[in-house]
């Protein structure tokens, strides 16, 4: 049964707040805790990748307790209620940390955001997944996650590519706009998704559930789980590496001062046209091949910077147009397989939507914080006067990983699909 595009993006309506948490988090908090709190640039890696690391142990614990807790709320509307609390709190201490503000307060702050972010993702997520029995119905529902995030990502880097370019508003400022956006719209989406959709009913109790750690334990015996994981690691650290350093890229290495904001919105602008497209592509092709192509792409096309001449704006946004060609398409196919994998298994373990995409969302978020402190600390121990120039190693920091990561990742698939084949020809 097709779900409409109207029921699609009500429920997708909280992407808004976890894309405006995660584009500030990737590309601006680095900047804004170095420049204007006053941080070490290594000890702000240090933050991104131990928030990554609460998310390890919040992540599959939150999408197991929503997965067997029932409350007269429903199993995942009470924690998504939760984060909508600690979600306010945590951004606008972090957002709005006056210069000096101390690192325990930052740290704090963080983690608090980082919880109740947890408290919501996790069990939206999972409730994702249990939507649609249809393969093809669960690839427009992550897609149309993937495509509501890149439209709250264009909103967002509107507002800030007007406040930078147009009225010149300083970058504390630009930061405490941020941190208000992200404080309303964790109550507004997450109200508006108990309020319109009703959790599918349940009345099994899963065979493993009772022990979250045997549970995890026995989802991994899986082998495409695990490539499917794999290809979470590799994707996110692709990805953070580049977010946590194109402002540094653009700004200083580059020579494009107050063009940050503008140039981040090319690849949001170019990801809304072309998702959908990608979405019939892997409805012709399947979806193991289409992302065959979409990583190697990456792996053809990041080592184009190294050729970007300083002072050239446009040349830059043409380069981030053709890298964007195939932006999305993992996370909305990856999240479809997922789904996937937890829909064979509902007869025999019940409806455990949350754990697979807890175990899932931890995964791509530890790889984060993996790539964005990585590229962080990269840019910190190459800046030497002889070698490689303090510019050299900020472009490095952005390509180097998709350059290294995406062909792996295609190796990876190709390996995947042949042991399928293989396995199948086996049972024919």
């Known amino acids: 049964m097709r779900i409409s595009r109207v029921r699609l993006a009500a429920f997708s309506l909280p992407v808004l707040l976890f894309q405006a948490i995660e584009m500030a988090w990737r590309a601006y908090l680095p900047r804004f805790l170095t420049l204007d709190i006053g941080i070490a640039l ?11 690391l609460l998310d390890a142990i919040a992540d599959p614990i939150i999408g197991w307790m929503s997965d067997t807790v029932r409350t007269p709320m429903g199993r995942r509307t009470p924690w998504m209620a939760l984060g909508a609390a600690l979600v306010p709190v945590g951004a606008l201490l972090l957002f709005l940390a006056p210069p000096g503000a101390g690192l325990a307060q930052i740290i704090a702050a963080s983690l608090m955001l980082h919880l109740g972010y947890s408290f919501i993702i996790t069990p939206h997520g999972g409730w994702g997944l249990e939507l649609s029995p249809d393969k093809h119905q669960r690839t427009r529902i992550m897609g ?27 970058r504390d400022s630009q930061m405490a706009v941020l941190g208000w956006a992200i404080a309303l719209l964790a109550p507004i989406t997450v109200v508006a998704v108990i309020l319109l959709f009703k959790e599918p009913v349940d009345l099994t109790t899963p065979s493993k559930a009772d022990n979250p750690l045997l549970l995890f334990l026995s989802i991994l015996r899986d082998r495409s789980m695990r490539t499917i994981l794999a290809l979470y690691v590799l994707t996110g650290i692709m990805d953070a590496a580049a977010a946590s350093s194109f402002l540094f890229l653009a700004e200083d290495a580059l020579g494009l001062n107050r063009w940050g904001a503008a140039l981040l919105l090319v690849q949001p602008v170019l990801a809304l046209a072309t998702l959908p497209i990608w979405s019939r592509v892997s409805a012709l092709i399947g979806r193991h091949r289409t992302l065959m192509i979409t990583y ?16 050239q704006p446009v040349i830059f946004a043409a380069f981030i147009a053709v890298r964007a060609l195939g932006w999305g398409v993992d996370y909305m196919l990856l999240r479809a397989m997922v789904a996937d994998l937890a829909d064979d298994q509902l007869q025999d373990m019940g409806r455990l939507g949350g754990v697979y995409y807890g175990m899932s969302s931890v995964t791509l978020k530890i790889a984060m914080g993996l790539g964005g402190g990585g590229a962080l600390w990269l840019m910190k121990i190459i800046p030497g006067p002889s070698g490689t120039s303090s510019a050299d190693a900020v472009r490095l920091a952005y390509a180097l990983p998709a350059t290294i990561l995406g062909p792996i990742a295609l190796l990876l698939l190709i390996l995947h699909v042949s042991r399928i084949s293989r396995r199948s020809a086996a049972r024919n």
């Open 296 to 311: 190697g792409w990456q792996g053809l096309t990041a080592p184009l910077l190294f050729c970007i001449p300083e002072g």
């Open 144 to 170: 149309a996650k993937v495509w509501f995030g890149l439209l709250a990502s264009l909103g967002l880097l509107g507002v800030m590519a007007l406040m930078e370019r147009g009225f010149a508003v300083p």
């Open 42 to 52: 290594g000890a702000v890696g240090a933050i991104l990748l131990g928030a990554r």
